[in-house]
T-cell receptor, first 116, second 112 residues
Framework: DAGVIQSPRHEVTEMGQEVTLRCKPISGHNSLFWYRQTMMRGLELLIYFNNNVPIDDSGMPEDRFSAKMPNASFSTLKIQPSEPRDSAVYFCASSWGRFLSGNTIYFGEGSWLTVV | ELKVEQNPLFLSMQEGKNYTIYCNYS?????LYWYRQDPGKSLESLFVLLSNGAVKQEGRLMASLDTKARLSTLHITAAVHDLSATYFCAVESKGGSEKLVFGKGTKLTVNP
């Protein structure tokens, strides 16, 4: 079975540029999560969706960040304009169920973003 | 606000030895997850603990949950080099918007 698929795997961009990260969750999963991982702050939940609807975006750092889930098989996380402090690994994850409820969350391979 | 603390954050151990990683959390929850991450890789689910007293074992790893003490442990038995990785615990927060809060991780190095 295909796992959570993310693209791009690596991106280097200049400060001020727009960055779009993409995610395809595991087929049949109806919850999708975007996490950010840095050395300083560890793993932080940015936003999660259930049935394509954003449920909690309180972790989104600021207005420069936006996320969409137009259908059950695709989500994007956009940063505009990007800043060096946005450099991190961005993980997309998915699970079955309305909320967590003890269901395993499966993570993608991550998108390694460097903003110079 | 739910806080999750792991200790130690760094652990260097000899092959064949036993050790325990601790995960403490600050508010009531009865669902706890353990993940493994290899350098530059994704997070791999190890265990999901769903109730007080839950114990799960896979190979040389055993995880347990004490919801009254708000404590989970990950016990490593007779460590081998392949267990070298970073181990994360994560706890489901309750009330309102439910989410999974991760600890900082424990970087384990097993030396021959």
């Amino acid at each position: 079975d295909a796992g959570v698929i993310q693209s791009p795997r690596h991106e280097v961009t200049e400060m001020g540029q727009e960055v779009t990260l993409r995610c395809k969750p595991i087929s049949g999963h109806n919850s999708l999560f975007w996490y950010r991982q840095t050395m300083m702050r560890g793993l932080e939940l940015l936003i999660y969706f259930n049935n394509n609807v954003p449920i909690d975006d309180s972790g989104m750092p600021e207005d420069r960040f936006s996320a969409k889930m137009p259908n059950a098989s695709f989500s994007t996380l956009k940063i505009q304009p990007s800043e060096p402090r946005d450099s991190a690994v961005y993980f997309c994850a998915s699970s079955w169920g309305r909320f967590l409820s003890g269901n395993t969350i499966y993570f993608g391979e991550g998108s390694w973003l460097t903003v110079v | 606000e739910l806080k999750v603390e792991q200790n130690p954050l760094f652990l260097s151990m000899q092959e064949g030895k036993n050790y325990t990683i601790y995960c403490n959390y600050s508010t009531t929850s009865d669902r706890l997850y353990w993940y493994r991450q290899d350098p530059g890789k994704s997070l791999e689910s190890l265990f999901v603990l769903l109730s007080n007293g839950a114990v799960k074992q896979e190979g040389r790893l055993m995880a347990s949950l004490d919801t009254k003490a708000r404590l989970s442990t990950l016990h490593i038995t007779a460590a081998v080099h392949d267990l070298s990785a970073t181990y994360f615990c994560a706890v489901e927060s309750k009330g309102g918007s439910e989410k999974l809060v991760f600890g900082k991780g424990t970087k384990l190095t097993v030396n021959p």
